[in-house]
């Protein structure tokens, strides 16, 4: 029911103004039963004093035992007034309420107008700073936020589908060709199949990396304490290129979280240190803890990077250089910035001056740990 909460506001409004007024008869009541009859609510008619002298032995009227049955008859106009009172209050308090809940109306109806097609418009709150200024505008900050998601929603879209349509275009390519190829043999058939197992394998690798990307974003499947040098450690065990110099400086880093997602997110950054790199170039990577974080700093040469470029980096399917037939998907920093924001941890990136990137990752330790 719409005016549900406008009732209840009038009838709160209407019930204090009754228990006022009750409590103020009240008073009264016990005012007029213990003050002196003179000040109390006796009849001036019952006060009039004689213009002659009584006789003697008349006997006087006794105010006092009047006093227990007059303050009941000089109620009644207070409470018909009191009467008159509640339902005076119960139309001014439907009135107030009304008021009081206008804008919330008035954003109630402009929400309902705000759909996917028209996300960017907002309520706009005009007026004094109060608490419905202050809703209105957490509620505008909650659309722009939406806003950016679903931008980032149809970017990534978009973006997969022309991924994955290019593998698709190769494939019925190949298995085009040697069909209108009358004098195809095994030896083309063969080598076709074998491009396409290639593909097959890129599109799966790309495949697995969006399933990543879309399950790290906002979840983790599991909270343990880990040291986030024994995962780097053991990363840089399986990787290594004879050109490029690897410089570890390992100290313990614990750390809360997932195992398997942080374990993911320093294999792409070291993937990425080192796959876009320089002929005899250099990797440095540390980790270290101190006030309570724990910190993965990984720093590469490489191609000189505009800094302007470093943040799309880390959005889906953005590469420096783009060639179709190289292996990586773009994916890689963006799936290293979704499992930071699942764990809470703070990723800073900036250009090199002669070179490649450097990327920090900090972690908040359990109870500063």
Known sequence: MPSRLRLRLTLLHCLMSVVSGALLLAIMYTLARHLPGDIGFIPRDNQAVPADPLPPGTRVPNHAEQRPDQPQIDLVLPTAALIILGLISLALGWLIAGRMLRPVRTMTERLRQISDHNVHERLMPTGPEDELK??????????????????AHKRFVANAAHELRTPLTVEHAL?????????????????????????????????????TLAGSAHVRDRDEPFDLASVVARTLED???????????????????????????????????????????????????????????????????????????????????RTADDGHQGLGLSIVRAIATAHGATLTAHARVHGGLTVQVTFETAQGT
């Open 239 to 321: 990787r290594g290129r004879e050109d490029v110099e690897i410089d570890a400086v390992l100290e313990p880093a614990p750390v809360v979280g997932d195992p398997a997602l942080v374990d993911r997110l320093v294999a792409n950054l070291c993937d990425n240190a080192l796959h876009y790199n320089v002929d005899r170039g250099r990797v440095e990577i540390s980790t270290g803890h101190s006030n309570g974080t724990a910190v993965l700093r990984i720093a590469n040469t490489g191609p000189v990077v505009p800094p302007e470029k470093v943040d799309e980096l880390f959005e889906p399917f953005q590469r420096l250089h």
């Open 134 to 151: 202050n809703l209105a505008g957490t509620i505008d900050g909650l659309l722009g936020r939406l806003e950016v998601a679903l931008d």
């Open 175 to 211: 298995l085009e060709e040697p069909l209108m190829d009358p004098a195809a043999d095994v030896a083309s058939f063969r080598a076709n199949f074998e491009r396409l197992l290639a593909i097959n394998e890129q599109r799966t690798r790309l495949l697995e990396s969006l399933l």
